[in-house]
């Protein structure tokens, strides 16, 4: 199993970024894939995930209406487009994933975290 972050960089803060996960290594369909942020200094938090069976979503209370997350099975990516980002949005963020068993928004919750991630890419946000 393998999961590739991208896209993260530096933006003003009300800009716009999109996060990509390349997954191989398992059958796309199957799993749900999610976003998790951790700042420094702070944990690690659920953000936003996507069960690839049902195509479900579920979203953190801090970044609905300003986070998309979507899929394209066709490349087996999932990605996460962020919208009005602020500075508290800066951390480095993790694409990880597991088996879609619906679990739904119990994914984000990091019990049990889930057994696959990447590498992990930055997003900073400037005020």
């Known amino acids: 199993v393998q999961l590739v972050e991208s896209g993260g960089g530096l933006v003003q803060a009300g800009g716009s970024l999109r996060l990509s996960c390349a997954a191989s290594g398992f059958t796309f369909e199957d799993y749900t894939i999610g976003w998790f942020r951790q700042a420094p200094g702070k944990g690690r938090e659920g953000v936003s995930c996507?069960?690839?069976?049902?195509?479900?979503?579920n979203y953190a209370d801090s970044v609905k209406g300003r986070f998309t997350i979507s899929s394209d099975s066709a490349k087996n990516t999932v990605y996460l487009q962020m919208n009005s980002l602020k500075p508290e949005d800066t951390a480095v963020y993790y694409c990880?994933?597991?088996?879609?068993?619906?679990?739904?928004?119990?994914?984000?919750?990091?019990?049990?975290?889930?057994?696959?991630w990447g590498q992990g890419t930055q997003v900073t946000v400037s005020s």
């Open positions: 996507i069960g690839n069976s049902d195509g479900s979503t």
């Open positions: 990880a994933a597991d088996r879609d068993d619906g679990m739904g928004i119990l994914f984000l919750s990091l019990f049990p975290p889930p057994p696959y």
